[in-house]
């Protein structure tokens, strides 16, 4: 996500409920995946949250984006 997205994002989240609570929930996403990278090695449990981390962040990515380009001219 382009650094003038985030700012779009965050610009328009604070109108904006649905949006607020899909940054917040990818900041949260950001925070977890932070804590698995500090890890020498996960656990089975661990790598398969890792994956749904990052498939969830993704698909908010997805989400924000598309709620973006629809409030844009």
């Known amino acids: 996500m382009e650094s003038s997205d ?3 994002i965050l610009k328009v989240s604070k109108s904006n ?6 940054w917040q929930d990818h900041q949260r996403f950001e925070h977890e995946l932070r804590e698995f990278k500090f890890r020498a090695w996960l656990t089975p449990t661990e790598e398969q949250r ?9 698909e908010g990515v997805k989400r924000m984006m598309s709620m973006i380009e629809h409030l844009q001219p």
């Open 50 to 58: 890792e994956k749904q981390l990052k498939f969830d962040k993704r």
């Open 17 to 22: 409920a649905a949006l607020r609570r899909l």
């Open 6 to 8: 985030r700012e779009l």
